[in-house]
Nanobody, 121 residues
Framework: QVQLAESGGGLVQAGGSLRLSCAAS????????MAWYRRAPGKQRELVVD???????HYADSVKGRYTISRDRAKNTVFLQMNSLKRGDTAVYYC???????????????WGQGTQVTVSS
């Protein structure tokens, strides 16, 4: 089994910052891409940013220049630094990781339980 544990969400005023963390644990041989998604009230889940095993990143246009993803491969952890937060960033943020549990096995997507980020005016 693989678990993804997110932390760092909370309530912040517009213009403020938060840092999310997501640590993968369990039976892990290798992790490929990791990503952050979010689901705002009344909306579908959307990709915020992802980062490949090699460190290449892809950001949603709505967060470019404000969010920064980073990754500690040795600790199977991914971070999301969120600056200049807006009310529209309010959402549940989910961590996602493509995990291979055995050498040569396929990568399977795992999800965290989500962490609430609320931005007030």
């Amino acid at each position: 089994q693989v678990q993804l544990a997110e932390s760092g969400g909370g309530l912040v005023q517009a213009g403020g910052s938060l840092r999310l963390s997501c640590a993968a644990s369990g039976s892990i041989f290798s992790i490929n891409a990791m990503a952050w998604y979010r689901r705002a009230p009344g909306k579908q889940r959307e990709l915020v940013v992802d980062i490949t095993r090699g460190g290449n990143t892809h950001y949603a246009d709505s967060v470019k220049g404000r969010y920064t993803i980073s990754r500690d491969r040795a600790k199977n952890t991914v971070f999301l630094q969120m600056n200049s937060l807006k009310r529209g960033d309010t959402a549940v943020y989910y961590c996602n990781a493509a995990v291979s549990q055995l050498r040569g096995s396929d990568y399977v997507a795992y999800w965290g339980q989500g962490t609430q980020v609320t931005v007030s005016s």
